[in-house]
C-alpha cells in the first residue's frame, strides 16, 4: 500500500490523511479477538482507568504479547505509507492501544503527542507519526478522535501543563486559550471511520476524545512511528512507553494477519 499524491498534499495541509477500510473483516476479528485474550490482564503495560473502573485506559506493547499485534507491528500497510511521509525508514517509538469500554470510556484532554515525547523521550523533532489503526466502527456518539485540522503547522505549542500519571505516561494538556485559539482558526472535525480503516496523523496535530456513553466498544490501536534518523536521547521512561530499540522495521508479508485469520479460524 502506498499513498497518491493527493494524499500526501492532504497530510500535509491538515495534518491528517485517512484511508478507509485497510483492513478485512477478517484481519480485524483476529486482532479483536487478541485483543480479548489480555484485556483483563494485571501487567505493568496495562493503565487504568483514573475513576475506579475496572476497565483499562490505555494498553501499551501489545506486540511483545500478543502475535496478532506483532504482525500488526510488521505490517506493510502501514509500514510504506509511514515511510513515504517521514521519507526514511521507520522504528515503533511506542504502540498502544485505546479500547474505549462502552459506558465507561474516558476522555482525553486536547493536546499533542510530540508534547509528551518531546519532554519524557528527548525527541529531537517532530518526524514522527501517530498511526491511528480502526478495530471498531467510530461514529459521533461513541467518543470519536477529535481533531484541530491544520493545527500542526504552529508547531510544538508552548501554553500547556503536563498531566502526569504515576504509571509512568504523560499528556501535556494545552490550555484553553490556546484551544479556544486555535478552533476559532481551523475549526475541528470528528474521525469517525469504520472499522479496519487506518488514519495518519502528524504528531503535532493538536486533537482530544470525549467520553463513551454508549453501550457501543470503542477501540482505535495507535502505532507511533518515528524516524530512525530521530530517535529518542532520554532513554528515562519503561521500554513499553518509549522503545529503545531503534533498528529499521522489516515489513511481513501482505497476507500475514490473514494467515493467522486461517489458522484460529
Known sequence: MRLTDTQIS??????????????????IRVLSSGLDAFIDDKRPEVHMQ??????????????RYSEAFRR???????????RQLLGSEVYIHQLRINPKAPFDGESFWWHQDYGTWRLEDGMP????????????DVDATNGPLLVIPGSHHHGHID??????????????????????????????????FKAGSV???NCNLVHAS??????????????????????????????????????PLVALSDDCLEELARTVA
Do not use: C
Open 10 to 27: 492532504d497530510y500535509h495541509s491538515y495534518g491528517f490523511v485517512a484511508a478507509p477500510e485497510v483492513f478485512t473483516r477478517d484481519e
Open 50 to 63: 483514573r475513576r475506579g473502573s475496572e476497565a483499562p485506559r490505555l494498553i501499551y506493547a501489545a506486540d
Open 72 to 82: 500488526l507491528s510488521l505490517h506493510p500497510r502501514w509500514i510504506e505509507p509511514a
Open 125 to 136: 523533532s517532530p518526524r514522527a507519526l501517530m498511526i491511528a489503526i480502526y478495530l471498531d
Open 159 to 192: 501554553e500547556t501543563h503536563p498531566d502526569r500519571n504515576p504509571a509512568g505516561y504523560t499528556v501535556v494538556d494545552i490550555d484553553r486559550p490556546a484551544i479556544a485559539k486555535l478552533v476559532a482558526e481551523h475549526g475541528i472535525e470528528a474521525m469517525t
Open 199 to 201: 488514519m495518519f496523523m
Open 210 to 247: 470525549p467520553e463513551n456513553l454508549t453501550p457501543k466498544r470503542r477501540t482505535i490501536v495507535y502505532v507511533n512511528a518515528n524516524s530512525v534518523e530521530n530517535k529518542i536521547t532520554k532513554l528515562v521512561r519503561a521500554t513499553h512507553h518509549a522503545n529503545r530499540d531503534f533498528t
